[in-house]
């Protein structure tokens, strides 16, 4: 069975630039090349060298127990590069595998944040709405306090003990209605 062939017009429709080229094989051989082909293949054998007739001795060499002390030269030089890697070399290279890189970025930015934010200084300004002495003076909220509440300010404030120790005794005086020229002459 024949492919079907395409007519010419039909060639011209379908492809224009296609059906422009020449019909003709491009290709050429040289005349006579295959009946010379045979002999200049046989010319490049015989150019070769006759392997059968050199010298059959091994021209490389190696050194009396290479082989045998070869793995543990091998061995030594894998320790020795081992021993080579220092500490932080070998963390970096842990922390650059993927399971612990985003890890150590995420570290690093926290670690970055931080300083900014902890470094930063810290501006505290002062009110312009202090009171001042007359404004406290002509306070009605001083009148209504009364000297006792002033003098356990004033004791927390200075954390003294004494005050306190006397303190007792001084409300029992003040409840008794003892004067000091009283207590001298007793005493």
């Given at each position: ?64 127990g290479y082989f045998d002390s070869l793995p ?116």
């Amino acid at each position: 069975m024949k492919p079907d062939l395409l007519s010419d017009d039909e060639l011209e429709k379908l492809a224009p630039e296609l059906s422009k080229i020449k019909k003709e094989n491009p290709f050429r051989v040289p005349e006579n090349y295959f009946d010379s082909l045979a002999g200049e293949i046989q010319h490049k054998i015989s150019e070769l060298p006759d392997l059968e007739r050199m010298n059959k001795k091994n021209p490389f060499a190696v050194p009396e127990g290479y082989f045998d002390s070869l793995p543990s030269l091998v061995q030594q030089r894998i320790i020795d590069a081992k021993n080579k890697k220092s500490i932080f070399g070998e963390w970096i290279s842990i922390s650059l595998r993927p399971k612990y890189a985003l890890a150590v970025v995420m570290v690093i930015i926290l670690c970055i944040a931080g300083i900014r934010y902890l470094s930063k200084p810290v501006k505290v300004e002062s009110p312009d709405n202090y009171l001042s002495c007359d404004d406290i003076q002509n306070s009605s909220y001083l009148a209504t306090m009364d000297e006792s509440t002033l003098v356990e300010a004033l004791e927390l404030q200075s954390g003294s003990t004494e005050v306190n120790e006397n303190a007792g005794m001084e409300q029992y005086l003040i409840d008794n209605d003892i004067d000091i020229s009283q207590l001298e002459n007793h005493l």
